[in-house]
């Protein structure tokens, strides 16, 4: 996980913009391979979520550390 999080902490704004889109657009895919019965491992779903909640609050961090944090 550590090193999920430096690689995180070390991209721009809007290289995390696009991670955002794609772990979106993953999710949404895994959640139709579950609902589908083709999904082998159920985790992943559950891992990406975090991911991507990894990737928000870096994002919202450097939105309150530039000071436009509404």
């Known amino acids: 996980m550590a090193k ?10 809007e290289e995390l913009g696009r991670e955002e889109h794609e ?6 895919k895994l959640r139709l391979q579950l609902t589908t019965g083709q999904l082998q491992d159920p985790q992943k779903v559950v891992r990406s979520r975090r991911t991507l ?3 928000l609050t870096i994002r919202r961090e450097m939105e309150l550390a530039k000071g436009d944090g509404r």
């Open 4 to 13: 999920v999080m430096s690689k995180l902490r070390g991209m721009s704004v």
């Open 23 to 28: 772990l979106r657009e993953e999710i949404w």
């Open 53 to 55: 909640a990894r990737v």
